[in-house]
């Protein structure tokens, strides 16, 4: 993958020297106070010799603008600006390349950066960072408030007032170039000095690297402040990438490699870069601008800043064809061709090499296995458990030796009246004065319910609180609205459920029955009946207006407690999970009862199939969707690891290990709702979620990590989150008395939803409007609303309206 170029030796080590590299040239020391500039295209080309510097130079950049080529050189006694077309004019001319100095006597300057405009240059010299004009000798600003000598300094791209410095005193500063003042002093990031920084304007975040392979990805607010947004360890990632690559490896069947011992080495983040290539003379963003290069001095590693993975790490050691094995310094620049050109000094050796990499050889799938689809490509096979049926027998009555059945003393139920108690009949006939005018409204109404209104797709996030009701002292422990979004089951835990209206208003009905919380609800399609599920291994299914549940099952027919369970495959199945065991049953739910035998249960239950996980495991979590027919199950276990069921083919199709951290406590699906339409592929989305690794959205096309959100706090309780029905939101509950909500294509959050009175274990959307609601530990429920032009009712029966029938 990686080709070396250019090989040069020096006369002295440049191992903590900046060097300069841009798309067309790249640019180093010689004998300490001379410069060589090769292009980088045509690299065998007799080299351009810069000379005026009268001390050892010390830092080289090139400015940021694909107009003409600028180099800033720094040594003890000046800093010098050079045109390098206009040098490389007049050498040809048989003149001697002359630059601009732009300051005198500034000290030891141990890092130089451009504007983006290239009109002026940032100086790190001890605490100190000068900025001059690149044009004439001219002091712009003196910016001194750092503790320790300065590593590095960059101009803020979408503002070009806002300056951005790193230091060995192990902080960053925000510097207003207009007032020459601090806006934003970092806390101490580290026990190591910070190395560098680098500006990613897309989402207008920064991230600072250390010495001990530390990163941290901040966003730069407007007012100049920084939020955290992720934090990355070098040596971490690249611990679980190895992991990824064994178990890859395994799968594949091919020979695992002897174990070696291995010397763990510091990695610094010496340099930074996106990964962009050049068409022509304009830059073009790859397709996925989150790959980021990291330069360190044992190789480059290239990271996905949506899931602070590393998708790829080229070591020197693997390319023995290189000259350096250890690298002291970078400088990296997309190249022309669709690649990426680094220029990088060698640790112990005085060489510098020119390397460059294609970034089509990047294009690596972080994945394990195959592919899926959400939606089946196929009918279910003859022999699939999708196909069982639930076959009932109707009771017989014995028969005598005579062969003639015993009757019942009574035929029915309820004998009718001969009337002779009730008054002789007058009037044989009536005519029916009060009738309807209009017969069809009755059945008009009935059917209205079912004329639904679109789930505003362009709506903002729910934020505005609506309604706060102290319904409990016990912890939210799940919430689930029905498919209409009319009604909302919350599940405590005092092992009681209650059922409430959507707009949380009147006296909520009460179930009671589990002996230990709930931990899983679901409604059935049809919102005739759920289902709850609880750690006292036993699942009930309640209908509307009974008490009493119109199945149980418990009676030690699980071993261990149900985690999660759900109706399946449009209400055909019930799925649940008890232990390292998956269940699929068949049922039928009577609601009628027998008044003489009223204790036996006229619901039937049968086990369709029962799978168990890879190695055994416990299932912590499970998702499949019953809105429409799918084939998929997605189950969490507690080693950590999401498996893919194939139903259809009543097998594991895939397992991913090491998904997070932790286990996974949360799984969700991108469902949408009934009053919503999205792309079909953003079905395949799901969201994962475990304590103190934040959540994870994949895609279960590559069973890839897309994006990763950790600003909420999570640190022991199982914290839910939720995606909207329209796609564009995720939510999630915090230990920070806070709900947070993030946009999917960013990894900062947008809104931070405060005031709750404790921990925020579930958070839930309605699929009818745009509404979130949340639970708390301490038993409170937080309705929030958007804050867009759509008016919002106090009950979503609200989101239903009759639509005019289109005329003939």
């Known amino acids: 993958m990686v080709t070396e170029k250019l090989s040069l030796t020096c006369d002295g080590l440049l191992s903590h020297r900046q060097l300069a590299c841009c798309h067309s040239y790249c640019g180093l020391p010689l004998h300490g106070k001379e410069m060589l500039i090769y292009n980088t295209m045509e690299v065998k080309q007799q080299p351009l010799l810069l000379t005026g510097h009268h001390g050892e130079i010390s830092a080289m950049t090139f400015g940021k603008r694909s107009g003409p080529v600028l180099l800033c050189s720094a040594s003890a006694d000046y800093i010098i ?49 000068y900025i001059l004009c690149s044009k004439r ?3 712009i600003s003196t910016l001194t408030s750092h503790l320790g000598p300065l590593t590095s300094a960059e101009f803020c791209p979408w503002n070009k007032d806002i300056l951005v410095t790193t230091s060995e005193d192990r902080t960053f500063k925000v510097w207003n170039l207009q007032t020459e003042a601090v806006c934003y002093q970092s806390f101490v990031l580290s026990a190591y000095p910070l190395l560098s920084v680098f500006f990613l304007e897309e989402n207008r975040h920064l991230i600072t690297g250390s010495s001990d392979g530390q990163l941290w990805c901040f966003s730069l607010r407007d007012d100049h402040n920084c939020d955290l947004v992720t934090k990355m360890d070098l040596q971490k990632m690249e611990k679980r990438h190895q992991m990824h690559q064994q178990t890859v490896s395994h799968q594949a069947g091919s020979a695992e490699q002897s174990a070696v011992d291995k010397m763990e080495t510091s990695k610094p983040v010496l340099e930074m870069a996106l990964c962009t290539s050049f068409t022509g003379t304009s830059i073009e963003l790859e397709k996925d601008s989150s790959w980021f290069c990291i330069g360190s001095s044992d190789g480059l590693y290239v990271v996905d800043l949506a899931t602070s993975e590393l998708l790829t790490v080229l070591y020197f050691k693997d390319y023995p064809n290189l000259s350096i094995t250890m690298a002291g310094s970078w400088s990296i620049s997309p190249g022309r061709n669709n690649s990426m050109v680094f220029l990088v000094s060698s640790l112990f050796t005085p060489c510098v090499v020119l390397l460059e990499l294609p970034l089509c050889d990047l294009g690596r799938t972080w994945a394990c296995g195959e592919g899926f689809l959400v939606f089946p490509s196929s009918p279910p096979l003859h022999e699939s458990p999708l196909n069982a049926q639930l076959k009932r027998r109707e009771p017989e009555h014995p028969k005598k030796k005579g062969g003639i059945k015993e009757q019942p003393l009574v035929f029915h139920s309820k004998v009718k009246s001969s009337g002779y108690n009730t008054a002789p009949r007058r009037i044989m006939f009536s005519p029916k004065t009060n009738t309807q005018k209009n017969p069809s409204s009755k059945k008009a109404n009935k059917n209205r319910g079912l004329l639904l209104k679109d789930y505003p797709a362009d709506s903002a996030a729910p934020t505005v609180a609506h309604i706060h009701l102290s319904i409990a002292n016990k912890p939210v422990h799940c919430l689930q609205y029905s498919g209409d979004g009319k009604q909302i089951l919350c599940g405590l835990g005092d092992s009681s459920v209650l059922l409430y209206k959507s707009s949380l208003t009147g006296s909520p009905s009460v179930y009671t029955g589990h002996d230990k919380p709930v931990s899983s609800l679901s409604w059935s399609l049809n919102r005739q009946w759920w289902l709850s599920a609880s750690e006292d291994q036993s699942l009930r299914i309640w209908t509307h207006g009974s008490p009493e549940p119109a199945i149980i099952m418990g009676d030690s027919m699980f071993s261990k407690p149900l985690r999660s369970a759900q109706f399946y495959y449009l209400d055909k199945f019930l799925l649940l999970a008890s232990g390292p065991s998956l269940y699929l049953y068949l049922y039928h739910v009577d609601t009628t009862r027998d008044d003489i035998r009223r204790y036996q249960q006229r619901s039937v239950v049968k086990l369709a199939r029962c799978f168990t996980t890879t190695s055994a495991t416990d299932i912590t979590a499970l998702s499949a969707v019953n809105d429409f027919f799918s084939y998929i199950v997605l189950v969490c276990g507690s080693d950590r690891s999401i498996q893919v069921f194939d139903m259809n083919k009543g097998t594991i199709a895939s397992a991913l290990p090491d998904a997070h951290s932790r286990a996974v406590h949360c799984i969700t699906q991108n469902k949408g709702s009934m009053f919503s339409t999205q792309a079909p592929d953003s079905y395949n989305l799901f969201l994962t ?6 959540v994870k959205i994949w895609d279960l096309r590559t069973l890839r990590c897309v994006r990763r ?13 939720a995606i ?24 900062r959050y947008l809104h931070k939803l405060q005031k709750h009175s404790d921990t925020v274990l579930s958070v839930i959307f309605n699929p009818a409007t745009p509404e979130l609601l949340t639970g708390t530990l301490d038993g409170k429920l937080r309705l929030f609303q958007s804050s867009s032009g759509v008016r919002l009712s106090h009950d979503t029966s609200a989101a239903a309206h009759s639509v005019p029938s289109m005329s003939a």
């Open 724 to 747: 909207s029905p329209c796609g564009r939101f995720i939510a999630s509950g915090s230990e920070d008395n806070c709900a947070y909500v993030y946009d999917v294509r960013s990894s």
């Open 137 to 139: 000798q001219d002091v």
């Open 81 to 129: 600006v050079w045109d390098i077309e206009l040098c490389q004019k007049r050498t040809q001319e048989g003149k001697v390349a002359a630059g601009t100095v732009i300051g005198t006597l500034l000290g030891e300057v141990v890092h130089l950066s451009f504007c983006f405009s290239d009109e002026r240059v940032a100086a790190c010299s001890g605490a100190t960072v």
């Open 689 to 694: 979620s475990a304590v103190t690794d934040g």
């Open 709 to 721: 959100y950790e600003n909420h706090v999570n640190r022991c309780h199982p914290c839910s989150s």
